[in-house]
């Protein structure tokens, strides 16, 4: 099983059966309310009839279509949906069927864009430290969490890692976006500095790093990190298989911060969890590159079985109607105050040293305990989950990112519970 403690699982499983809206169901018939959207994926909560409906209706019309040298009516018409959601120029997509395939799929184009464009010494690639890019090659290259890395080396060479915007000393329980570490943004510059000119490819980063507990960027940052690549060629690409439709209360991630990136990653809620897909959006000027020499010729050497996948794509199409009819994304934004201020009100709690917020994205760290990192939080999952809560640890951090449909009364019933179990935990 993925990250996870296998053998622990064998003798303590824990069995979902069905799925309805805000809960689960357990195998002993509970009823789970899910706080983290499954894994930062059902923004319109759980077999949504209308996503359901499109997934069986495409299954029966089309099953399958190869993406190489053929196509089919709903692989581009969610491209150009995509498009049009997007922050304006990147026009052109690329579908993959997870996060990691995205990201792998965004470096490689970033540096062969480079080569067409006529700097082909353009090969480093930067991320940031605490950096989560799924767990291909690529990905744990550029991703920046040491356990993720550790027993596969050697990984991708000329990679460097922005340090990460995480300060807790300065900006514990910030509300929202913390005020200090703009300035960690400007060692981009000093690797610019640090290298032969010009040899940066991309810089790749999580407008909000997720998984590894929910760091909130200060303002100005990401801007920051925008005006260097833009100073000294370097394209900039977000990583919004998270932030992506609606966590925040926009679209993306690139809106709600107002930054553009050259190139996006999405996966997770693009199919409302419900079919793997990822995607990877392209400014039409890198896309241009590509475009050029005989017709006839192939452009990117890269791709997928199940690159737009019939089923993954008519899903994609659903969410997107139903985040639309629904203002889901609206209701994120409406919402974001609410989940802040219930959150914070864990700040008093036993163990806790840092409450983090934005959008609808929280994190509760807790102090681990001497000698046993992760147990204590790993408690509290466990006894969430009896109480009939699901949340996700990362360390010994809680992460609540709830589907965007929860209501005040639920993200009021997740904080009670959470600070009833704090209290009694050693
Ligand atoms: N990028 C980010 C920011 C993620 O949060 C994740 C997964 O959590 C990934 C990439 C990898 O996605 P997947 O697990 O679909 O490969």
Redesign the pocket.
């Known amino acids: 099983m993925p990250f996870t403690a296998n053998r622990y699982f064998k003798t303590h499983p824990l069995i979902l059966e069905g799925a309805q809206g805000m809960y689960y169901q357990a195998r002993d018939g509970r009823q789970i309310l899910d706080g983290i959207a499954g ?2 994926c059902c923004n319109a909560g759980h077999c949504h009839p209308r996503i359901t409906a499109a997934i069986q209706a495409q299954a029966a019309r089309l099953d399958y279509a190869t993406a190489f040298q053929l196509g089919h009516p709903a692989a581009f018409e969610l491209a150009t949906r995509l498009a049009d959601l997007a922050p304006a120029g990147l026009e052109h997509v690329f579908f993959t069927n ?4 995205a ?1 792998d799929t965004a470096l490689k184009i970033a540096r062969a864009f480079h080569q067409h464009n006529g700097e082909p010494q353009r090969t480093r690639l930067v991320g940031r430290e605490r950096g ?4 291909g090659f690529g ?1 744990i290259s550029v991703g920046g969490i040491e356990n993720n890395r550790r027993l596969f080396g050697p990984l991708l060479p000329q990679v460097e890692h922005l340090p990460s915007t995480h300060l807790p000393a300065r900006n514990a329980f910030s509300r929202g976006q913390p005020a200090h570490g703009v300035e960690l943004a400007d060692e981009l510059e000093v690797m610019v500095a640090a290298g032969e000119p010009d040899t940066i490819a991309a810089v790749i980063v ?1 407008p909000v790093a ?2 590894a507990g929910v760091l909130v960027p200060p303002p100005g940052y990401l801007q920051r990190l925008r005006e260097i690549c833009d100073r000294h060629g370097i394209l900039l690409i977000f ?1 919004e ?2 932030t992506g439709l609606g966590r925040l209360g926009a679209a993306t991630a690139a809106d709600y911060f107002g930054v553009r990136p050259d190139l996006m ?1 999405l ?2 809620a693009l199919t409302n969890g419900t079919v793997p897909m ?1 995607a990877v959006l392209v400014d039409a000027h890198i896309h241009n590159r590509f475009m050029q020499g005989p017709e006839q010729a192939i452009e990117l050497f890269h791709g997928y079985t199940y690159s737009g996948h019939p089923l993954a794509a008519a899903a994609a199409l659903a969410s997107l109607e139903v985040y639309a009819d629904e203002g889901l994304f609206a209701r994120a934004r409406e919402l974001a105050p609410i989940f802040e201020e219930a959150l914070h009100q864990l700040a008093g709690a036993p163990h806790v040293i840092d409450v983090r917020n934005l959008g609808l994205m929280g994190a509760i760290e807790l102090k681990p305990r001497p000698d046993a990192p992760t147990q204590r939080a790993q408690a509290v999952f466990r006894e969430a989950f009896e109480q009939g809560i699901l949340i996700r640890t990362t360390a010994d951090t809680i992460a609540l990112t709830p589907p965007l449909i929860i209501s005040e009364a639920q993200i009021g019933q997740i904080v009670e519970t959470l600070q009833g179990i704090l209290q009694r935990l050693d």
């Open positions: 894994l930062w997870s996060g990691s395939e990201v989560y890019h799924g767990v990905g999580e997720g998984s990583d298989v998270i990653t996966a997770k990822g």
